[in-house]
């Protein structure tokens, strides 16, 4: 396919690429069929994604107050019961 006339070539700078280290969390295969219904339609393309997205709000909100009370991790608790992560 030719390339238009009026068309400019910006040459690419190289990426650097690092690897990310991962580790795996098992969960039962029943909450991970559960999780999988409840992503369909969402942005989440998985259930990594969604645990991963979780676990980051839950690390921020912990890292900013230095600390979470337990009324709030209650209340993150609670919120993952009422979606169907925690029984």
Do not use: C
């Not at 029943?30 to 645990?51: C, K, M, N, P, W």
């Not at 209650?74 to 019961?81: F, K, P, R, S």
């Amino acid at each position: 396919m030719p390339v238009p006339s009026n068309a400019t070539h910006i040459p690419s700078a190289p990426v650097p690429f690092t690897m990310t280290e991962y580790t795996t969390v098992s969960i039962p295969k029943e909450l991970g069929d559960r999780v999988d219904e409840t992503i369909e339609g969402t942005s989440f393309s998985s259930t990594s994604d969604l645990v991963r997205f979780l676990l980051r709000s839950i690390v921020i909100q912990y890292q900013r107050r230095g600390e979470l009370t337990e009324a709030e991790f209650e209340e993150i608790t609670d919120q993952l019961v009422d979606l169907g992560y925690l029984d």
